[in-house]
């Protein structure tokens, strides 16, 4: 029995449906050896002509003469020197070398008018001080009375408060003055907490804060401060304070401790050492802690013995030296050693010849 050919080849029909199909398609391919950056699948797009500059660009262009121009270096009239800190840097001292060429400024390559000498950049001398000072007391307006204090300080001595700065180790630093007059522009005053070596000298940090921002310390407690705006203060009219970019290296100074104290001999300035650290510690001071009663402890031993020890023990042997520096200035002292995070300190022998003269003084008549 004989089938139609139909049937027994089925595939034959789709086979030649298909090659239609590839027929039709092949037709609109491009010859193997056309432009390779022809893609059939898209088309390509028709190039579009440069867009024309806008009106404002063009007149800047214009202004500037076609050359592209640094900014303008800032002017502040502070009439003060920009240091990286004012409370832990004294004036007086003279470094005697520099761990950076001095011509890296931190506050960035001809970003400021003032130059920089590895310590401060100078503000110009002139009569800017006494236009300070007067724009300063009309800024405070008239004083505070006794209840308008009691509010703010109830409002912003808790610790909660959202204004709140933290002063560390390096004291008022100057990107703090800033830091400051921001929140001035919402709050009448701002909450400051105190810690590590700076709190050795409270009276030193109120004059700086009120010197460098013009505020007024109207709450001091421990190491806690308000500092308050004044009346009419104006975050518009806010002084222009540029920025450090970053913290410059400290510049090299003299040793704080000699070999032989001025006034002993080599033997006694060993055995002042020795008898130091073998004496106990007079007390002991932690990390980042508050040192507001460091400087009376030190006088009130001296009256009774010649060398103090302290323990400084996980301080840091750089706070260590900033602890020694402060003691040497504020109680005064010699500091005769640095050793294992140990402070030894000497009362000084023109102390102990005052003390001496002072006993055997005749009584007056």
């Not at 660009?57 to 003469?65: H, L, R, W």
């Not at 522009?185 to 013009?214: Q, S, W, Y």
């Not at 200035?329 to 003390?355: A, H, M, T, Y």
Request: glycine share 6%.
């Amino acid at each position: 029995m004989l089938l139609p050919r139909d049937l027994l080849l089925p595939w034959r029909r789709a086979t030649a449906a298909g090659e239609a199909i590839a027929r039709r398609l092949n037709h609109h391919r491009a010859p193997p050896f056309s432009d390779p950056d022809d893609d059939p699948p898209f088309t390509r797009l028709a190039e579009r002509p440069p867009r024309a500059p806008s009106k404002k660009k063009k007149k800047e262009e214009e202004d500037q003469g076609g050359r592209i121009r640094p900014p303008e270096p800032a002017s502040s009239d502070l009439p003060f020197d920009f240091r990286y800190s004012y409370s832990e840097t004294d004036p007086a001292w003279r470094p005697i070398g520099f761990r950076e060429p001095t011509r890296f400024s931190p506050f960035g390559p001809g970003r400021l008018d003032r130059p920089w000498d590895g310590v401060a950049a100078a503000a110009a001398r002139g009569e800017g001080a006494g236009a300070a000072a007067t724009s300063r007391e009309e800024v405070l307006g008239e004083p505070l009375a006794e209840e308008e204090v009691a509010q703010l300080v109830e409002r912003y001595r808790h610790s909660d408060c959202s204004r709140q700065i933290n002063l560390g180790k390096g004291g008022v630093t100057h990107n703090m003055i800033d830091d400051i007059h921001n929140h001035w522009k919402r709050a009448e005053a701002v909450r400051i907490k105190c810690l590590g070596v700076p709190t050795l000298d409270m009276d030193n940090i109120c004059f700086h804060l009120e010197d460098k921002t013009g505020g007024k310390v109207i709450y001091r407690n421990i190491n806690i401060l308000i500092l308050y705006r004044g009346r009419n203060y104006d975050p518009k009219q806010r002084p222009q304070i540029p920025l450090m970019l970053w913290k410059p290296l400290a510049p090299i100074y003299p040793r704080l401790v000699q070999n032989v104290a001025d006034g002993l001999t080599f033997e006694k300035t060993k055995e002042l050492r020795n008898t130091g650290l073998n004496s106990s510690p007079l007390m002991k001071l932690t990390r980042n802690g508050v040192y507001v009663n460091v400087v009376d402890r030190v006088r009130e031993a001296f009256k009774t013995v010649e060398v103090v020890r302290l323990d400084c023990s996980h301080v840091g042997s750089s706070d260590c030296k900033k602890i020694g520096v402060k003691l040497r200035d504020l109680v005064p002292c010699v500091p005769l050693l640095f050793k294992d995070e140990q402070i030894i300190l000497w009362r000084g022998k023109v102390k102990q010849e005052n003390s001496v003269s002072l006993q055997f003084s005749p009584e007056p008549s």
